[in-house]
């Protein structure tokens, strides 16, 4: 009597597979990278291209003017 029964926790452990570098590398990055001001900072610069272009201003050698 002196076996205890596996409960679902033990199962869990038992069964989960090991964690991989880049599991564990995109978890890290989930932790500590802005990704809401790093995208608003995207769609932004996404923003002002297509703006210059709808508005005819060559991105090389026009002035943008203030």
């Known amino acids: 009597m002196g ?5 679902f926790g033990d199962y869990e452990q038992a069964t989960a597979k090991k964690r991989t570098r880049r599991e564990r590398l995109l978890a890290e990055m989930e932790k500590v990278v802005p990704w809401k001001a790093l995208i ?5 610069g996404i923003q002002v291209p297509s703006m210059r272009r709808f508005e005819g201003i060559d991105m090389i050698s026009d002035r943008i003017p203030d």
């Open 40 to 44: 608003d900072l995207t769609m932004l």
């Open 3 to 7: 076996s205890k029964q596996p409960g």
